[in-house]
């Protein structure tokens, strides 16, 4: 693990991968909103955003919405040569299941929904990100970054980051800034290094005042049928400390990037597992250490630990620990999870739950506040079978994501 004292400096550090700014190779079709599709690249802030002022008033009611989608179509990844040592064909990866059958699901529950604002990741094609921002009828801007980038000593571009965020009529994007990672993991032995994985900021207008809304997704590492370390001369680093490294670069973009006078909302999935520490291991441990440091660097509290409940899994697919026997649809709330209650009483082991929707403590600078009615996790049924099973058949899931959503419902003023 990377010691504690070296992370959150000013600048993230330098990397072993690092990459210039995005060039972006999957430019949107024609659509009502590709004007900002795509409009930022990595590190540089969008020009010529139209001025147009939100409605929402103090006291108005605001909905946020972070969707991890899983909507991975896969990367047919390169031939590598390695000299006298011959050549290694890693295959494709990444491609899950019923792509399109969960896209037109999504869509139609968003368009069923109203959200002011709804942050996603693992949206990967242009055409799912289109289609998201014509057929979802309450959207009126769009952004998704940062875009594809060289890939370093391979001579193929990165797939997209696949973050993407909607916003509703009322809360218009006025500004947005994306930056890829320096440090993208190892090229044999993780997937996530083949996309330009790193942070996206939208600023929104909500009336009163702006948000500042950034979205991530750190490693998850591995995916690969090759080990780095039986190779000669490969001694990558651990998937923790890549992942360590990602959140310093988080954390200097966070500082770096907003507007003192709004307030910082930090979303997304982070790969780091928010549970009881005196049931995770040493390795999970020191991740925790890390995390709350990047929440104090940037003034952030966890709006599930101070709004939630007390089961708050994310990752749904696999168990135990979490997984499914964490799935209770609310018999009060059929399209949300239970978080409380005696049904929710579980054995003492860890939640899975690793997606997370940070807010900014109240600031002297701050033009808003932002009073946090509640935050639920909306599951995304398909309604194909049982809710107690993940999988239909073993092409076929039974919900949209391996993750559910996490809803915050509040008022600005």
Known sequence: ???????????????????????????PAASRLTRWYEAATSGVRSPGFPRRLSRLGRGEPFSFLFYNTWLLDGVELPTLEFGPLGRVSPGTVGHMPDLAGRTRDLCRALDGSSYDVVAMCEVFRESTRNRLADEVGWVADSHAGPGSAPLERLDIPSKHSGLCTLTGP???????TDRGFSHHGHSLRDADFYANKGAQHVEVDVGPGSLDVFTTHLIHGGDLNLTPNELPFADPPSIEEYRARQLSELAEFV????SEENITVVTGDFNINAADPRLVSERNRGEDELFEQFLAVCSLY????????????????????????????????????????????????????????????????????????QIRRRHFWRGKT??????????TPNYISDHVGLELDGRVR
């Open 302 to 373: 966890d709006a599930w630990e101070r709004h939630g409940g007390s089961v708050g899994t994310t990752y749904i697919e696999h168990g135990p620990p979490g997984g499914m026997a964490r799935a209770k649809p609310d018999p009060a709330a059929p399209d949300y999870l239970e978080d409380r209650g005696r049904r929710c009483n579980y054995p003492a082991v860890p939640d899975r739950r690793i997606d997370y929707i940070l807010l900014e403590e109240p600031q002297p600078e701050h033009t808003l506040e932002l009073d946090i009615d």
């Open 386 to 395: 049982d809710t107690s099973e993940f999988w239909v058949t073993s092409e």
């Open 1 to 27: 693990m990377v010691a504690l004292d070296s992370l959150f400096r000013t600048g993230g550090g330098s990397g072993d991968n690092n990459s210039s700014a995005a060039t972006e190779t999957d430019r």
């Open 255 to 258: 500082q770096t990037a907003g």
């Open 170 to 176: 009322d809360t218009p994007i006025v500004d947005t």
